[in-house]
């Protein structure tokens, strides 16, 4: 599956716990600022699809395998590939490295629901075929 | 000034850092949750204060001292006193305990402002009156 | 599979977000609260652990079914079950329901090691006593 | 007073809450990876001061004013600022800014303390010139 896009984040004390690490909630902060990102380089903002379109995505599945710990001042490299593009859903697999070091990997299946967040539309045409295309 | 409300929190992983202390901006959270569940003892919930009336409050000015660090299951007893009650807003005088050690002060001014969260607006009858009434 | 501990938490605002529902990743934070305050009926503290045993838990897998989003103000209940219990992990079976609406389904597996967050280690005997007891 | 640092962030879901903005305490972590990126401009990263220097800085005044609410999409830019330079702490000043609007202002007194994150310490030499040499 080809990578479609890459995104850095760094690592501050705000991502951190107690352990010394980065708590593992936030990785799934980290796989959405990836995928925000790649939207936005097809000129697809969040707040655009919600006023255009009447349309969201929500995660409708999250899995996260935690390989390594990542730490304070780390850069961590996140690579996305879509696994699956439906009508109302799309699934991709994604990748955080740490230098070398795959420290989680994560599969997010993400629906297009209505701007209430609750019912499940097929994706805008526009918006597919941008994905598509990349 | 009386201390009108006491709510308790457990620190939790998600709410720590590497520095193996209490990440400080979560003391905002704390302090709110109270704030939240004093408004609550009054049957003024934030949702339907926006459904209701039309109005949020939103926090104009935050100031938090730190005393001293809280750790990993530590319990935090935060106590709430009411500094000034005028028309608009609230300031509210906040401290946060680890049994007697007082680990953080917080003073907030919070704000009645319409529910697109821009203007500001007289806090309604109802909610003033319940207020002054505690 | 029997439920072994309940829980209950609030929903503020530092738990939203701007689609007006739960953070897809705060369901994380909540289902670990739950597996927290399970372990400290047990007298398990995480703290102790490390300080006694110089032992952690890590999440090594999350899974999270989203169904239903949960808002501002509603009060999530939350139930546990074992579904596996190791040598060195543990795996938990837990639901997230609002009322009677289920909203979330989370699997964890979570591991054993040593106080670095590196190395797996088996669980304390005491620990794993106490888990079969339960 | 000179701004020594810009840094800018993008808002996230992650970011804001059910009233549509960004959360506020919040602005908390972007201020401080803003002191962050600024420190490490001086190769001074907050695991080598824990390693090096055993020491670690820790906020023990924040004071946020809100002036104008940020929302999902925005880029933030944050400006830094130092208003005074002691032996043991550090004040600063900082603006972030949603294009050419103000939405809020942070002052930050950071303490340098042991690793513990308990007693003061005088900032180490090498920390102190580095801050007065930019």
């Known amino acids: 599956m080809p990578v479609v896009f890459t995104w850095k984040v760094r690592i501050y004390y705000e991502d951190?716990?107690?352990g010394g690490i980065v708590y593992y909630a936030n990785y799934l902060k980290f796989f959405e600022r990836a995928?925000?990102?790649w939207l936005r380089t097809m000129h697809?903002?969040?707040?655009?699809?919600i006023e255009s379109h009447n349309a969201m995505f929500?995660?409708?599945?999250?899995?996260v395998d935690y390989h390594a710990p990542a730490r304070l001042d780390d850069e961590?490299?996140?690579?996305?590939?879509?696994?699956?593009?439906?009508?109302?859903s799309v699934e991709f697999l994604q990748h955080a490295h740490c230098g070398d070091n795959l420290v989680a990997t994560g599969r997010?299946?993400?629906c297009c629901v209505d701007s209430a967040g609750v019912r499940p539309i097929a994706m805008p045409a526009a918006v597919?075929?941008?994905m598509r295309g990349h």
């Open 44 to 49: 697809l903002q969040q707040q655009d699809l």
């Open 76 to 88: 961590i490299t996140l690579r996305l590939s879509i696994e699956k593009l439906g009508h109302v």
């Open 35 to 37: 995928r925000t990102e």
């Open 128 to 130: 597919a075929a941008r």
């Open 58 to 63: 929500v995660v409708t599945r999250a899995t």
């Open 108 to 110: 997010f299946k993400v």
């Open 16 to 18: 951190t716990d107690a």
